[in-house]
Structures are given as structure tokens and as C-alpha cells.
């Protein structure tokens, strides 16, 4: 009986590795299987955090040397295709200074992946949107006196 559940597990793990790299392509498939940037940064100079209308939450952390991103992570509760575009959207924002973020769209972080599905685009607006609030806490933070 082992033997045949093994089986049907390996087939099971097939068909949905197959699935995914279909819907998100190689660069997604590769991301979803192997996340980057993912966690909570210690101390960082910016934070942004949103629930989309999807009921995923997305956070972005960022830290800043020299007024570019040094560090960039993610965390969410959501979906794979979450997981893709929050790691795709940390990335593209490591050496960024604050007027490169602010041009970080959805659009553009599905550029970046290359393909993904149609049903699923709204997680990559979320990522977007939650790193332009993490900028937006960090040109806060930068004004108000004493908060640097």
C-alpha cells in the first residue's frame, strides 16, 4: 500500500508543479518553489502593510544606506501567487532610491515575471501598493525631526 501512495503523492506533486509553471512561468515557478526575501526585517526604516480586497495582507521592509534600499523583505498571509510578487517586489526594490520606488507599479512587477495569471494580477497591484506605503513611512519618517 506504501508503495502505490508514494506513487500517487509523486504524480500528485508532478501535476502541480507542471500547473504552476504553466499559470506563473519559469522565473515564477522558480520563486514560488523558492521564495526570496521572505521575513520580517529587524529595525527597518520603512514598513508598509495592506490587506487587499482578495483578504491577503502583504508587509514590506525596508532599510536604507545612503538613501537607497539596502535590505528589502516580505511577509504574507496569502496565496502563492502573494508570495511571487512580494518576493519579485522586494527585490526590485533593493538599490532604489525613493523616486525609483515610487515608480514600482503592479504593471511593472508583472513585467518581471514574466507571465502570470489573469485571475491572480491583483496580488501583484497589493505588493506594489504596500511598498509605496513603506516608502511613504520612510518620507515621513525622514521629515519629522528627530525620527531618523
Excluded at 539596502?70 to 526590485?92: I, K
Aim: contains cysteine.
Amino acid at each position: 500500500m506504501s508503495d502505490h501512495f508514494d506513487a500517487f503523492v509523486e504524480t500528485l506533486q508532478e501535476q502541480i508543479f507542471d500547473e504552476t509553471k504553466e499559470a506563473f512561468g519559469e522565473a515564477g515557478f522558480q520563486r514560488w518553489r523558492n521564495p526570496l526575501y521572505k521575513g520580517k526585517l529587524e529595525n527597518p526604516d520603512a514598513h508598509g502593510r495592506i490587506t487587499g480586497s482578495c483578504g491577503d495582507t502583504m508587509e514590506i521592509y525596508l532599510k536604507f544606506k545612503n538613501d537607497r534600499v539596502s535590505e528589502a523583505s516580505y511577509v504574507t498571509d496569502g496565496c502563492g501567487s502573494s508570495t511571487v510578487c512580494g518576493s519579485f517586489t522586494a527585490e526590485m526594490a533593493i538599490g532604489k532610491n525613493p523616486d525609483e520606488l515610487s515608480e514600482i507599479t503592479g504593471e511593472i512587477v508583472l513585467q518581471k515575471i514574466g507571465r502570470f495569471p489573469k485571475e491572480d494580477e491583483h496580488c501583484a497591484l497589493l505588493a506594489a501598493e504596500t511598498l509605496q506605503e513603506a516608502l511613504h513611512s520612510y518620507l515621513i519618517k525622514d521629515n519629522i525631526p528627530g525620527e531618523k
